[in-house]
């Protein structure tokens, strides 16, 4: 009898997508490229009477990358993502360039735009080799049921047509692996990657064996239930912790958890949003002995400087994950994860005065939340300043072991030799 590929099965013969060296902004931005190229050329192909097997598959491979690919796009291209875009625009490019390709595809479509989005950096998952081929085959013998699919995702803008996609997924037959036909994978596996692109809203999740899903599936009670069951756990995500589509579930992958609450249990971050410049609403009260310090220097120009800091990080810091407090018990200001080669993560807090009592407070909050997040763990800890400081504080910020940054016009600076691998050296 035909094996499935089970979630708790996959001993690597999983789509792996969001690795954990890119969980990032960066890598969420770099699916979102995907989901517009692919539409954009999704758009066109739709547009035809015909549509082949070998096309919707070739749409399916803008998705993949490959063992040797890197941040740079550089060892997928040649092998994965200009055969996809051959097969796609039913054209011969063996022989070609990637700027050549992008060159001529969009000479064809009579689209300018569509150069850049194909020189960009795309691909995010790596479909496991042994499928490659034998999906190819799998999408021949179910054209009729799957493009009416990849159509109708296409054209999906509400929650209803997608759980209608999701409850015909389920009734798919599995993907026989190349070198042992009675080996299945779950449809789902190949097909959500596919629909993620495709989506206009990036609501479609992905849903696979990757170890983050798998995670994400067990503390949301429903690794063992069916598909449906799995999408509208998912699903329920958006509109909290700052998750605002599929891209945000994906990069924040094994750490999604801290972002759930549950009886009995808060959930404790959230994606670093975006803050309003302008605003005066307050800010946290997070130490009543020095807050009454700092509001005499002007409160309305106190959260402005904050907020401005704290965006300057989200721009400067885009290719790390960042994330901020949510439960009133560790309402810190920036987690930067991974932030070094040895993965270790890095919380930061901000404040607007370079005036000791704002950074006798950050520290000592710093230490409390680092405590309540990694518990007796060695803390990386780091005050981002809006200026540097008089040398007494650097002091005694060195002397505390606690990192400290601040911005000289659109740069980040640090005084610290273990910082410089997200900030510059001061001089």
């Known amino acids: 009898m ?29 699916q979102r490229n995907t989901n517009k190229l692919a539409r954009k050329i999704a758009g066109k192909l739709f547009e035809q009477q015909d549509v082949t097997p070998r096309q919707i598959y ?14 740079d ?21 063996s022989g070609m360039n990637l700027s050549e390709v992008a060159n001529i595809a969009s000479s064809e479509a009579s689209d300018a735009s569509l150069e850049a989005l194909i020189l960009g950096h795309t691909g995010f998952t790596n479909f496991y ?31 209803r047509e997608r759980l209608a996609v999701v409850q015909r997924i389920s ?74 589509d599929a891209a945000d579930l994906d990069q924040l992958g094994p750490s999604l958890s801290d972002f759930i609450s549950t009886p009995g249990q808060g959930a404790k971050k959230k994606l670093l949003e975006e803050k309003d410049e302008s605003s005066s609403s307050d800010l946290p009260l997070k130490d009543e002995n020095d807050v009454e310090s700092i509001r005499k220097s002007g409160t309305v120009v106190q959260r402005r400087i904050h907020n401005r800091l704290t965006n300057s990080l989200r721009r400067s810091l885009a290719s790390f994950t960042l994330l901020e407090g ?52 060695d803390p990386h800890l ?6 540097r400081p008089p040398l007494s504080v650097e002091y005694f910020l060195s002397w505390m072991s606690v990192g400290l940054l601040w911005y000289e016009g659109d740069t980040l600076f640090t005084a610290d030799e273990w910082l410089q691998c997200i900030a510059h050296e001061a001089s």
């Not at 080669?341 to 704002?358: F, Q, T």
């Not at 780091?382 to 200026?387: D, F, H, M, S, W």
Request: glycine content about 8%; some cysteine; hydrophobic content about 40%.
């Open 2 to 30: 035909p094996k499935v590929i089970d979630l708790d099965d996959v001993n690597g013969l999983c789509l792996t997508q969001g690795w954990e060296g890119f969980m990032s902004s960066y890598w969420a931005e770099r």
């Open 58 to 71: 070739g749409l399916s491979m803008l998705a993949w990358i490959t063992n040797s690919f890197d941040g």
């Open 73 to 93: 796009n550089a060892g997928y291209i040649s092998s994965t993502k200009i055969p996809a875009l051959g097969h796609v625009l039913h054209s011969n490019f």
């Open 129 to 159: 080799k042994a499928f490659r081929n034998s999906v190819l085959i799998w999408i021949e013998e179910h054209m009729e049921v799957l493009l009416p699919l990849y159509k109708d995702v296409y054209e999906a803008t509400e929650d």
């Open 171 to 244: 009734n798919l037959p599995g993907i026989p692996k190349a070198n042992n036909p009675t080996q299945l994978m779950r449809p789902e596996y190949f097909l959500t990657p596919s629909f993620f692109m495709l989506d206009v809203d990036i609501k479609f999740p992905l849903i696979n064996g990757n170890p983050g899903v798998r995670n994400l599936l067990r503390r949301l009670n429903v690794v063992h239930l069916d598909l449906v069951s799995q999408y509208r756990a998912m699903t329920a995500l958006y509109g909290t912790g700052g998750i605002v």
């Open 326 to 377: 949510r439960d009133d018990s560790c309402m810190f200001d920036v987690l930067v994860c991974r932030y070094d080669e040895e993965g270790n993560d890095l919380l930061i807090e901000v404040k607007s005065s370079i005036e000791i009592p704002s950074v006798r407070m950050a520290v000592g909050q710093l230490f409390h939340y680092w405590h309540v997040l990694h518990g007796d763990s």
């Open 382 to 387: 780091a005050v981002l300043l809006p200026e």
